[in-house]
C-alpha cells in the first residue's frame, strides 16, 4: 500500500464521477422522451453529489476516525451539491458543519453524525430514485435499445462503490469494513426505493406517482 499514487487515485474516482455525471445526463433524456414528463438534471445532480458525500463520510468513518486526506478527497464531489450544507440548512441554524473542520470534531460527534447519515439521506435518496426508476422501467419496455430494468441504478450505483473503495485507498489504510460500509449503505438506501418503485409502484409512460 505505501506505492500507492494518489494522483492516479483521485484520477480513477473523476473518471467515475464523471461518468455517473454522463449517466444521469442519460436518463434525463430518456425520461423526457418516454415518460411524458421532464425533471430537473441540475436537481439529481445535487442530490447524486449529496448521496455520494455521505457514502464516503460513512466510509472514511467506519474505522472510527476521519482522515484529513479522506476529508480532502469527499470535498471534491461537491460540484453540485454538498451534504454538508444540506445537513446545516435542515437543522435551521442549529448545525454549522463545514468540511474544513469536520475532520477536527469529537469521534462522539463524528460517530453520531455517521449514525443519524441514513435518516438524513433517505428523502434525498426517495426523490433521486424515483426518476431513476422510471427511466429503468420505461426504457427497458419501449425495447429500441437492448436494456433490462436496473441498468442505469446499478451504472450510478458501481460508479459510486468504485469511488467508495478509491477513498478506502487514498490514506494507504483503507479496510474491508470500510468498503463493505459502502456498499450496504449504497444498496440499501437507494435500492430499497428502487425495488419498491419498480416492483410495486413503478411509472409507467406519462404517468404520475399517487
Not at 422522451?33 to 447524486?48: E, H, I, N, R, V
Not at 482522515?67 to 448545525?95: T, W
Not at 442505469?152 to 467508495?164: G, P, Q, R, V
Not at 474491508?176 to 409507467?204: F, K, P, S, T
Amino acid at each position: 500500500m505505501e506505492n500507492i499514487n494518489r494522483q492516479e487515485i483521485l484520477d480513477l474516482a473523476g473518471e467515475a464521477y464523471n461518468h455517473a455525471e454522463q449517466t444521469i445526463a442519460a436518463m434525463d433524456m430518456v425520461f423526457q422522451q418516454f415518460s411524458g414528463s421532464s425533471y430537473d438534471p441540475a436537481l439529481t445532480l445535487a442530490q447524486f453529489d449529496i448521496i455520494l458525500q455521505g457514502v464516503l463520510l460513512s466510509v472514511a468513518c467506519a474505522d472510527g476516525r476521519l482522515d484529513p486526506v479522506e476529508q480532502d478527497f469527499i470535498r471534491l464531489f461537491a460540484m453540485h451539491g454538498d451534504l454538508l450544507e444540506y445537513i446545516n440548512n435542515d437543522s435551521n441554524g442549529d448545525v454549522n458543519l463545514t468540511w474544513d473542520n469536520v475532520a477536527t470534531l469529537p469521534e462522539d460527534i463524528t460517530s453520531r453524525l455517521v449514525e443519524v447519515l441514513p435518516s438524513i439521506l433517505d428523502d434525498q435518496c426517495s426523490s433521486f430514485v424515483l426518476p431513476l426508476a422510471s427511466v429503468d422501467f420505461s426504457y427497458s419496455r419501449v425495447g429500441k435499445v437492448e436494456t433490462t430494468p436496473g441498468d442505469f441504478l446499478k451504472s450510478i450505483e458501481a460508479d459510486m462503490i468504485k469511488i467508495a473503495g478509491l477513498l478506502a485507498l487514498v490514506d494507504s489504510e483503507g479496510t474491508e469494513d470500510e468498503i463493505n460500509a459502502a456498499v450496504l449503505m449504497i444498496y440499501e438506501l437507494e435500492g430499497r426505493h428502487w425495488r419498491d418503485l419498480l416492483y410495486g409502484r413503478a411509472l409507467g409512460p406519462g404517468q404520475e406517482q399517487s
